[in-house]
């Protein structure tokens, strides 16, 4: 949440693509989550070995860490005018990759849909085993709910391609889901019937973490390869958007501008509570269909 709230900010002070919005995206969770596990493991940090509340506060910090460091990153290349290093990355490389983030985020949402706790693996072959071999946790009811909620979208976006006249119930479809989930848990209680809720959610705004971010540096340098792998598929995934975006308005996108622009979001982010940011597919297309 967090993550969603100043970046977008900083990025409309110095990006360049009118429609692209900024925030945390399916991809770049994927390459932190995996980047930041691994770095804990060559630590031997576990949530065995130093309880679930140290293990996540130490997990909290490296994340804020990696943000700043993913922001001073892009602002560095984009006072070094370096937007042209997109050109040496190939459709073929950045397509395998996507192709396959999708399948692996894909796949570590089953656990909600499911209604059991699935273990993460870094192979697509682990998490296979991991779902079967736990299946018979299955919550049917959290199964209903959770299928019910993805057949609504789904239709709505339909019938908004269908009928131009319903255009607004692509982008209404995933609060109208929400604003029922939450009437249903208000009045029935969805929790006490098996089904797992989010529970509390911290009031107010974000508050400055870049004490916390700071607070211990000597970790900084054991992020370097998550750091790198963010700077390059965030950037290559929303300078993709943006300048389609850019082509179909007719007009010009600076691609170091968008770097100053990616890493004011992803320093803004780390200072207040967030992770890595870029531009998303899904609510950019909303941008840009509800007239940005």
Not at 25 to 43: C, Q, R
Not at 83 to 104: C, K, M, P, Q, R
Request: include cysteine; aromatic fraction near 10%.
């Amino acid at each position: 949440l967090y993550s969603s709230l100043v970046p977008i900010y900083a990025y409309a002070f110095f990006g360049s693509s009118r429609q692209l919005a900024v925030g945390p995206v399916a991809m770049v969770s994927l390459l932190l989550s995996t980047g930041l596990t691994m770095v804990l493991d060559n630590e031997g940090i576990t949530k065995e070995g130093v309880g679930e509340e140290e293990y996540t506060a130490i997990y909290a910090t490296l994340a804020l860490q990696t943000s700043v460091l993913v922001g001073l990153c892009y602002i560095v290349m984009g006072l070094l005018r370096l937007g042209f290093v997109t050109l040496f990355l190939s459709h073929a490389v950045v397509s395998g990759f996507t192709s396959a983030a999708a399948i692996i985020i894909g796949l570590s949402q089953v656990k909600y849909i499911f209604g059991y706790d699935i273990p993460n693996d870094k192979s697509l072959h682990g998490i296979l085993k991991n779902i079967f071999s736990n299946i018979g946790q299955f919550n049917w009811k959290t199964f209903l709910l959770g299928t019910s909620c993805t057949m609504a979208l789904v239709g709505l976006k339909k019938l908004a391609a269908r009928y131009p006249r319903m255009k607004w119930a692509r982008a209404a479809g995933p609060l109208l889901v929400t604003v029922i989930s939450i009437v249903l848990q208000a009045t029935v209680d969805l929790e006490a019937r098996g089904i797992p809720i989010v529970k509390h959610i911290p009031a107010g705004l974000p508050k400055f973490t870049g004490t916390i971010a700071f607070e211990e540096t000597s970790t900084m340098g054991k992020l370097t390869v998550v750091v790198m792998s963010i700077v390059i598929v965030g950037f290559m995934e929303s300078i993709a958007i943006a300048k389609k975006l850019a082509q179909v308005h007719g007009y010009e996108l600076d691609s170091s501008m968008e770097l100053m622009g990616l890493g004011m979001a992803n320093l803004t982010s780390g200072l207040f509570g967030g992770y890595p940011v870029t531009g998303s597919f899904s609510r950019s297309a909303v941008n840009n269909s509800s007239g940005a």
